[in-house]
């Protein structure tokens, strides 16, 4: 089983920046997808970034050039730092794992509020 904790979630001013880390536990592959989705109310979850596990990066129109994520396959960490953050980055942040089965891992979510 792979669980995935979020931490680094809070308030920030727009234009502020914060710093997002998931620690996952139990048994992951770095050749496996891991990073991150976001979910506003009333809204579907959206990719946020990803790391495909295989030199690739996928990350959502709205974030490219402002977030930057980090895997450490060692300590089976990831962490997303956001700058140049707005209104619209306001969401809890999942972390998010996917094994070759297919098997999604998501973690409980972090607040992030922006705000002008």
């Known amino acids: 089983q792979v669980q995935l904790a979020e931490s680094g979630g809070g308030l920030v001013q727009a234009g502020g920046s914060l710093r997002l880390s998931c620690a996952a536990s139990?048994?992951?592959?770095?050749?496996?997808?891991m990073g991150w989705y976001r979910q506003a109310p009333g809204k579907q979850r959206e990719l946020v970034a990803v790391?495909?596990?295989?030199?690739?990066?996928m990350s959502g129109d709205s974030v490219k050039g402002r977030f930057t994520i980090s895997r450490d396959n060692a300590k089976k960490t990831v962490t997303l730092q956001m700058n140049s953050l707005n209104s619209d980055d306001t969401a809890v942040y999942y972390c998010?794992?996917?094994?070759?089965?297919?098997?999604?891992?998501w973690g409980q979510g972090t607040q992030v509020t922006v705000s002008s």
């Open positions: 790391d495909t596990g295989a030199g690739r990066i």
């Open positions: 139990g048994s992951i592959s770095s050749i496996d997808p």
């Open positions: 998010y794992y996917r094994r070759r089965t297919g098997a999604l891992s």
